[in-house]
T-cell receptor, first 112, second 113 residues
């Protein structure tokens, strides 16, 4: 399967802990996006990369959130000092130059 | 401020009939619109899209209509099948602004056999 993969699929953590998620895009897709989806809502944009450059960050991305895409391949999203309000599904999508975004299965985060 | 809205949280349709899902947007800068389908525990799957320069795009059983003056689009599924039961998200993007997707809240479609 050469689709977008995300790990872990589920993460349960205690409030105040740090968590890191990984996204492996479809190879040679130069753009990579992160979204967050809470229950009953549509996904909301967080940030995106073109190759290794982070080009846009949403106001939703507080200082506790950081994303990287070293070498323009996989990406990581880290949340420091997690809060219960961070509980959500974190979705990653990748996109080639002239096509739509392809989503991974998501990482479901539960903060206790 | 919700720029993309799906006002019907759910829709129930009989198998074989037409399903019509609606979406409204407010941002005139959006120039590309997409529909995604989502099953539980999976990421959204692209279904069909339409550019703002068109008013209709068809792909098999799926047709998307765009009314730019009304800032309204709709997805028609004919005939509806039980396997179409899922949550459908309308999304919009601006090709000149990073192609970030702005999603509606989703409509849960249930197709009854």
């Amino acid at each position: 399967d050469t689709g977008v993969s995300q790990n872990p699929r589920h993460k349960i953590t205690k409030r105040g802990q740090n968590v890191t998620f990984r996204c492996d895009p479809i190879s040679e897709h130069n753009r990579l996006y992160w979204y967050r989806q809470t229950l009953g809502q549509g996904p909301e944009f967080l940030t995106y990369f073109q190759n290794e450059a982070q080009l846009e960050k949403s106001r939703l991305l507080s200082d506790r959130f950081s994303a990287e895409r070293p070498k323009g391949s996989f990406s990581t999203l880290e949340i420091q000092r997690t809060e219960q309000g961070d509980s959500a599904m974190y979705l990653c999508a990748s996109k080639p130059a002239a096509d739509t975004q392809y989503f991974g299965p998501g990482t479901r985060l539960t903060v206790l | 401020d919700q720029q993309v809205k799906q006002n019907s949280p759910s829709l129930s349709v009989q198998e074989g009939r037409i399903s019509i899902l609606n979406c409204d947007y407010t941002n005139s800068m959006f120039d590309y619109f997409l529909w995604y389908k989502k099953y539980p525990a999976e990421g959204p799957t692209f279904l069909i899209s339409i550019s703002s320069i068109k008013d209709k795009n068809e792909d098999g059983r799926f047709t998307v209509f765009l009314n730019k003056s009304a800032k309204h689009l709709s997805l028609h599924i004919v005939p509806s099948q039980p396997g179409d039961s899922a949550v459908y998200f309308c999304a919009a993007e601006n090709n000149n602004a990073g192609n970030m997707l702005t999603f509606g809240g989703g409509t849960r479609l249930m197709v009854k056999p």
